[in-house]
């Protein structure tokens, strides 16, 4: 018969055993060094591929996490937006400061009531908001993510985490990367990042999935061709 060791048994417990072995890889490391000393490496270098191949890519990996995903020209980006929110039933949109006033002209020509982002609006406010718009700051092709860090045109975090309906814009190829630390050297780490990939979604113990509990039930990314 084999044995069997109680936790505690040992006389190490679960966490001595993780540090242990984070001093063990650590071991080599000098004292001095610190985290932004070492360039983050891994994956392709930005531009090893064509910024078609890397578009498809995006749109592929997008698609593989549920997102709904477009193409679209810039002329007829207003129409698709409005053409999404006809589909939806929504008769309010948000949008951040700084959105270029094009993108919802055609929505808000068909009835939708355009809603600022108010700091001053509750979760439950904002709950009440059918969909949002924005734009991103980078989005990453080999892993179908797209980050938005607060800039113009993404307004505070809560917006896009709260409406149940999310359409970002992606320019393409301005936007697009190929890998995560591309993206990580367009970024600015004191900025709120929030990297998105797919609708909010998780899993119980069964792998039942559930969507819409973090986040918007639905996410549609339009890459803006041109």
């Not at 932004?36 to 531009?47: A, K, N, Q, S």
């Not at 809560?158 to 190929?178: A, E, S």
């Amino acid at each position: 018969m084999g044995t069997h060791t109680r936790p505690g048994e040992s006389g190490m417990s679960d966490r001595d055993t993780v540090l242990g072995r984070v001093r063990r890889a650590l071991a080599d490391v000098p004292r001095e060094e610190r985290p932004e000393d070492v360039p983050v490496t891994g994956g392709r270098p930005d531009g090893a591929r064509a910024p078609d191949a890397a578009a498809d890519l995006l749109a592929r990996n997008l698609a593989d996490y549920r997102a709904l995903v477009h193409r679209v020209s810039p002329a007829r980006l207003p129409v698709l937006v409005a053409g999404l929110l006809a589909a939806r039933g929504a008769r309010t949109l948000l949008v951040p400061e700084g959105l270029p006033e094009r993108w919802p002209a055609a929505a808000a020509a068909a009835g939708v009531r355009l809603c600022p982002d108010d700091p001053r609006a509750t979760p439950v406010e904002l709950d009440a908001v059918d969909s949002v718009l924005t734009g991103c700051a980078v989005a990453v092709a080999e892993t179908g993510t797209v980050v938005l860090d607060g800039g113009p045109g993404q307004g505070r975090r809560r917006i896009t985490l709260v409406p149940d309906h999310h359409i970002c814009v992606v320019r393409v190829p301005g936007q697009v990367v190929d890998s995560v630390p591309s993206a990580l050297e367009r970024l600015d780490p004191t900025r709120p990042l929030t990297w998105i990939s797919g609708p909010s979604a998780t899993s119980d113990i069964e792998l039942d999935r559930v969507e819409g509990v973090h986040g918007p039930r639905t996410l549609e990314v339009v890459l803006l061709e041109g």
